[in-house]
Nanobody, 121 residues
Framework: QVQLVESGGGLVQPGGSLRLSCAASGSIFSISVMAWYRQAPGKQRELVASVSSASSPNYADSVKGRFTVSRDDAKKTVYLQMNSLKPEDTALYYC???????????????WGQGTQVTVSS
């Protein structure tokens, strides 16, 4: 079984910073794209940032210059460093990854359970 487990969410004041982590575990042969999505109350889930081993990171326009996505393939972990946080960044943040399991020839997409980020004074 493959799992994605997020951590690092919390309550922060506007202008503050948080670092989210997402660790993949289980019988994993390879991980392709790793990404962060978020969903605010009453809104659709949106892509925040993504990173693969073969290309530059990709960011939503709303977070460019403030958020940085990175990954540690040895630890099967993706990070999201969030700086200059704004109240509109408040959302449930989800980790997402395309994973090929050990012994399998195809790729599946997995989601974490989400971690809450609240930006408020």
């Amino acid at each position: 079984q493959v799992q994605l487990v997020e951590s690092g969410g919390g309550l922060v004041q506007p202008g503050g910073s948080l670092r989210l982590s997402c660790a993949a575990s289980g019988s994993i042969f390879s991980i392709s794209v790793m990404a962060w999505y978020r969903q605010a109350p009453g809104k659709q889930r949106e892509l925040v940032a993504s990173v693969s081993s073969a290309s530059s990171p990709n960011y939503a326009d709303s977070v460019k210059g403030r958020f940085t996505v990175s990954r540690d393939d040895a630890k099967k972990t993706v990070y999201l460093q969030m700086n200059s946080l704004k109240p509109e960044d408040t959302a449930l943040y989800y980790c997402n990854a395309d994973i090929r399991r050990t012994g399998s020839t195809f790729w599946l997409n997995y989601w974490g359970q989400g971690t809450q980020v609240t930006v408020s004074s």
